[in-house]
């Protein structure tokens, strides 16, 4: 992958790996002592409104966050049009979702999870202001985005040690929750006006710029929000079925489980607008990166996959306590969805740059209709257990077996399953050289 490692991609990744690290360590020390602060019963509580909010954010953002990046790399003289497009319609988009789920969410819950909704749906207000991680993200120049996002974990992390030596209520954690991304989008501002000469005061709103925007997004929106099914509707379901404690015993695992996605989306956005280029330059070229994206990403989630499987029986409960020893047996198979969600990761990319992103959305709409199906059937079999089997399935076909089904997306599973097997091509060619 030498055309996709420079310099700069180097830099800009390792700094948001390095964030992406500080986050990981921040966010496990302090989800573990909020865990064992609250309890599965309150933590159950929380991480069920959190889940509300999250099926709702993907209408918010419109999905326009890889179209706009994708805009700003092709097209960098429009910028101002792009980001005060872009700003716009995700402006009234908030606070349309804002609203829809305040009223609807107060004939629906009790008192305490709509109080919990109320304040972590702010986050939905505050995303039409994501722009300029985009326009970062666009310029190669993520380690501002990295800076804002630890700085911001970090103090939101000592708030919340503050909160528990304190012994505060459940509100109050969701209150951190919001404190972060505010912290977060204030640094983003600081870093966008002191390192760019795009004045905000110079953004426009172009009708053309943003038909064309919503035209290419629509698909991502849709995916986005199955996506969001596939991440948040097992707890959902699982708060239906069972109860507030078996939600919490099951979001510790599924959050200690999904805490490393980071790795493939920190470099895979500093490569995406290399991705690009390349792919304008040579089909063989960009297939190639990609064969070699899916195989680094393929191990590093297997690998990792069965460290968890040797060590979650004693390593949870040293971690959470006792209460949440079964989160142990979810955990074992919750992780086995890593495998899927990285070797899916870079093809997402490319169905983008090719612009098929329609066959994304068609194979996150199933792979949502699955989840939702194989919950309310295994739930009530298995328990929590079987929400987590749900999410592996529903992961193995949204990421990995669906993309054999359509012809148009058939050469890219060929080239996962040629990942796979590329490190023993390697190994051959050299055994062959040596001997």
């Not at 990166?289 to 499987?309: D, E, G, H, P």
Request: hydrophobic content about 50%; some cysteine.
């Amino acid at each position: 992958m030498r055309d996709l490692i420079n310099k700069k991609t180097v830099s800009n990744t390792l700094h948001l790996l390095s964030e992406k690290g500080i986050t990981v360590i921040l966010t496990l020390i302090t989800s573990i002592l909020v865990i064992r602060y609250l309890g599965p019963a309150p933590f159950g509580v929380l991480s069920y409104a959190i889940s509300i909010v999250a099926l709702v954010l993907p209408f918010a953002n419109l999905g326009y966050s890889t179209i706009v990046i994708k805009e700003l790399v092709n097209d960098p003289e429009n910028s101002p049009q792009i980001l005060g497009s872009s700003a716009f319609a995700s402006l009234i988009s908030s606070w349309l979702c804002y609203l829809v789920l305040i009223v609807s969410s107060y004939f629906l819950l009790d008192s305490l999870t709509y109080s919990l909704v109320v304040i972590l749906a702010f986050r939905i207000l505050l995303n039409s202001f994501t722009s300029f991680d985009d326009y970062f993200q666009a310029k190669i120049k993520s380690k501002y985005s990295a800076i804002a996002r630890s700085t911001s974990l970090t103090l939101t992390s000592l708030l919340k040690v503050v909160l528990i030596l304190g012994s505060s209520t459940l509100l109050w954690f969701a209150v951190a929750d919001v404190v972060q991304l505010v912290l977060m989008i204030l640094l983003l501002a600081y870093f966008f006006f002191k390192k760019t000469d795009l004045s905000i005061k110079h953004w426009t709103i172009d009708k053309s710029t943003l038909k064309r925007i919503a035209h290419h997004s629509w698909p991502l929106l849709l995916s986005n929000a199955f996506i969001a099914i596939n991440f948040k509707i097992d707890q959902i379901i699982i708060h239906d079925l069972l109860d507030n404690e078996q939600v919490g015993i099951y979001a510790a695992a599924a959050q200690l489980s999904e805490g490393w996605y980071f790795l493939p989306v920190a470099f895979l956005g500093s490569v995406f607008p290399l991705l690009i280029a390349n792919a304008k330059q040579s089909a063989s070229k960009v297939n190639e990166n990609l064969k070699q994206l899916c195989s680094t990403f393929f191990y590093l989630a297997l690998i990792t996959s069965l460290l968890v499987l040797l060590t979650a029986d004693w390593v949870l409960p040293w971690l959470l306590g006792e209460s949440f020893m079964t989160s142990a047996s979810v955990l074992k198979i919750h992780i086995w969805a890593s495998v899927f969600n990285f070797i899916g990761r870079p093809v997402t990319k490319m169905l983008i740059i090719q612009g098929l992103t329609q066959y994304h959305l068609y194979m996150r709409f199933f792979a949502a209709l699955v989840n939702i199906g194989l919950n309310y059937w295994l739930i009530p079999i298995y328990g929590i257990q079987g929400a987590a089997y749900a999410t592996l399935i529903s992961y193995a076909f949204g990421s990995f077996l669906g993309y054999g089904v359509f012809k148009e997306t058939r050469p890219y599973f060929v080239i996962q399953l040629s990942g796979m097997v590329l490190p023993f091509k390697l190994i051959g060619k050299l055994f062959k050289v040596t001997t």
